[in-house]
Antibody, heavy 121, light 111 residues
Framework: QLQLQESGPGLVKPSETLSLTCTVS??????????WGWIRQPPGKGLEWIGT???????YYNPSLKSRITISVDTSKNQFSLKLSSVTAADTAVYYC?????????????WGQGTLVTVSS | QSALTQPASVSGSPGQSITISCTGT?????????VSWYQQHPGKAPKLMIY???KRPSGVSNRFSGSKSGNTASLTISGLQAEDEGDYYC???????????FGGGTKLTVL
């Protein structure tokens, strides 16, 4: 059974960079035709797609966040990571990583449990 | 990119059927058959219920069905059960993004 687990600091100061890692177990991150994505959900609000990466390193970013996002993959560790720069209180959210079977549409079939990141001084 | 439009809340009694709408434009819902629906219970990760407008992942009850007409997609839940209560989100591919956009979410209450 495929499992995803987010890890990283739960508290980040304003203007700093948020860094999270997603570890995939029970399957290979290098599987053909599967992409890997990040989604966030501010407290009490809806879902927002952040970005997606293929194991080859090809990335796809939400245009509204593109200038601040970097998503990378480490196939040797079966992990992919998110960096979000210049954070503000508006970036406080539960951050999820998920498997993305197709780049066409937001289809996420396996999800991590999510990790709350609070932006505060 | 604008979020897809969903009603803030819907409700129904056990055994009834309800439908949640998801309205977009010809650049997303109306232009492509890449609409998905998610169920989310409090404190839990979303769960994929429908993809490609009307396909159900393995293990999802056949009480859940999806359809689309023009720029509006719909999720219908028949034989409503208490466990169906939660938040529901639609999503769609959009030509303005390399992947897609989510709807604002609908809170389903089972009376």
């Amino acid at each position: 059974q495929l499992q995803l687990q987010e890890s990283g600091p739960g508290l980040v100061k304003p203007s700093e960079t948020l860094s999270l890692t997603c570890t995939v177990s029970g399957g290979s991150i290098s599987s053909n035709n599967h992409y890997w994505g990040w989604i966030r959900q501010p407290p009490g609000k809806g879902l927002e797609w952040i970005g997606t990466i293929y194991y080859s390193g090809n990335t796809y970013y939400n245009p509204s966040l593109k200038s601040r996002i970097t998503i990378s993959v480490d196939t040797s560790k079966n992990q992919f990571s998110l960096k979000l720069s210049s954070v503000t209180a508006a970036d406080t959210a539960v951050y999820y990583c998920a498997r993305h079977p197709s780049i066409l549409g937001l289809i996420f079939d396996y999800w991590g449990q999510g990790t709350l990141v609070t932006v505060s001084s | 990119q604008s979020a897809l439009t969903q009603p803030a809340s819907v409700s129904g009694s056990p055994g009834q059927s309800i439908t949640i709408s998801c309205t977009g434009t010809s650049s997303d819902v109306g232009g492509y058959n890449y609409v998905s629906w998610y169920q989310q219970h409090p404190g839990k990760a979303p769960k994929l219920m429908i993809y490609d407008v009307s396909k159900r992942p393995s293990g999802v009850s056949n009480r859940f069905s999806g359809s689309k007409s023009g720029n509006t997609a719909s999720l219908t839940i028949s034989g409503l059960q208490a466990e169906d209560e939660g938040d529901y989100y639609c999503s769609s591919y959009t030509s303005s993004s390399t992947s897609g956009v989510f709807g604002g979410g609908t809170k389903l209450t089972v009376l």
